[in-house]
């Protein structure tokens, strides 16, 4: 852990949360949760070579690449996949998928374990539902250090 | 005022037809403009934002953990919180209230047992659920209902009836009791469902003498739950509870075993079941309760 200033994107997202009414939380993580890109079509079909996150009760799976599709060396880029019946999930990939892409590896092992629970959330969606997105951050951190080890 | 009862031949060879609505009724009551406060819709699922994504024309939301989960103490709302929740979602103490959600009816169950503590007398559940509407090609939508709030009476929770303490299943062993969780669970390799975040509890295994039925069981593919005399095939003989009068469910918060508590109290027809909601979760990490790891059921412990 790091003092360093959280990344925009993330900052952003945090304080589009932070704005508005419980109901309109959920409401924003709803157009997160519509908005998770599709995986690109090299990791379609091969889902089950993916990480699942056991932290979420959905099947949710994620991966990590630095500096691969054209992306500068040392650039993140994280993908996921959930079904659409698990809509809390799919936001909660798409706000890490679209916070932390296009960050330096640096930046994405210096975001604090507990940014899922600055997000306000807890109260539209529970605590123990937040869970499953920080054990969501710590996956990808985790295989973010792998690949630049 | 409150909705008729369906009259489905499958629902009346159950003990109480009046509980379940199938797909085809509700379509026809919503097709008839009959709404609150005769009739309101319910939508409990598991997933928080499932309901935001497309829900039944008309239907409100009720969260298990948000709405129905007292947010300090493990334990339900009060009767003030049940009166302020309900009435806000414009149901009356004598409105039929319809209850459907994801995963057959799973957290419906659950949403379900917890209106029977309230005592609300008129309450059903949709029959196959939320995946059965959505597979019937039935309507969904994203726009919120417009609510007319109503006066829902302070009733203060009865406990007795239908929900367990830890102290009421030491009293009970001997008599049937049922673990409706899934095999691993049971025989102790893991303490939380498969697939499903770890939630503490320090010991894996099961309460002495308990069956397992894992709480699917009475699911049909579609979602619907089986027949009665499939049921009675599952619980009646394979469980064999026979015609026991006393009968205790439990899982790992309360919520699975709601489904089976549903099952055997009205389409079976038990009179006295009681869902024991402390589950795995508490009697788990519970000092000097007996636990069994493996397999079989276990005989109770000499005390």
Not at chain 2, 16 to 23: C, G, I, K, Y
Not at chain 2, 230 to 238: F, K, M, N, Q, S
């Amino acid at each position: 852990m790091t003092d360093a200033p959280l990344p925009t994107a993330l900052a952003e997202i945090r304080d589009d949360f932070l704005e508005l009414s419980q109901q309109d939380r959920l409401q924003l993580l709803l157009e997160f949760s519509d908005e998770l890109p599709a995986l690109p079509e090299r990791l379609r079909g091969h889902e089950d070579e993916l990480e699942r996150v056991e932290e979420c009760q959905s099947p949710v799976f994620i991966t990590v690449t630095v500096g691969e599709d054209g992306d500068a060396p040392g650039v993140v880029r994280m993908h996921a996949t959930a079904p659409r019946e698990a809509p809390t999930t799919r936001g909660f990939a798409s706000i890490l998928a679209q916070g932390l892409s296009g960050l330096t590896a640096e930046q994405v092992l210096a975001v604090p374990a507990d940014y899922p629970l600055t997000l306000g959330l807890s109260e539209a969606v529970s605590p123990l539902r937040i869970r499953g997105m920080v054990g969501m951050l710590g996956r990808v951190q985790r295989q973010v250090r792998a690949a630049v080890a | 005022m409150t909705a008729p009862v369906d009259p489905s031949e499958k629902f009346a060879a159950y003990a109480h037809p009046e509980r379940l609505v199938s797909t085809e009724w509700l379509q026809a009551q919503l097709d008839a403009g009959t709404g609150a406060p005769d009739l309101v819709v319910v939508e409990s699922d598991e997933d928080v934002l499932l309901y935001e994504t497309g829900h039944i024309p008309g239907a409100v939301k009720i969260d298990w953990h948000t709405d129905l989960n007292d947010p300090v103490q493990r334990d339900y709302i009060d009767g003030e919180a049940f009166a302020r929740l309900v009435g806000g979602k414009g149901i009356a103490r004598d409105t039929t209230v319809v209850i459907y959600g994801d995963k057959n009816n799973w957290w419906a169950a659950y949403a379900l047992w917890v209106f029977t503590l309230f005592g609300h007398e008129d309450v059903r559940l949709l029959d196959g659920g939320r995946a059965k509407w959505i597979a019937e090609d039935r309507a969904l939508t994203r726009e919120q209902p417009t609510v007319t709030p109503v006066e829902y009476p302070v009733v203060e929770r009865s406990d007795e009836g239908v929900r367990a303490f830890k102290d009421d299943v030491l009293a009970h062993l001997g008599k049937p009791l049922i673990d409706v969780r899934s095999a691993p669970e049971y025989d102790g390799s893991r303490t939380t469902a498969p697939d499903y975040p770890e939630e503490g509890a320090l010991r894996g295994g099961h309460i002495p003498t308990a069956v397992n039925i894992p709480w699917a069981t009475a699911a049909a593919p579609d979602g619907t739950f089986k027949s009665r005399e499939e049921l009675d095939a599952v619980y009646r003989d394979g469980a064999g509870i026979g015609d026991a009068d006393e009968v205790i469910a439990y899982c790992r918060i309360g919520e699975r075993s709601s489904h089976t508590w549903f099952v055997l109290q009205h389409l079976l027809g038990y009179e006295n079941v009681r869902n024991y909601d402390g589950s795995w979760t508490e009697w788990g990490s519970a000092v000097r309760v007996p636990i069994v790891q493996g397999s079989e059921p276990g005989t109770i412990p000499n005390r």
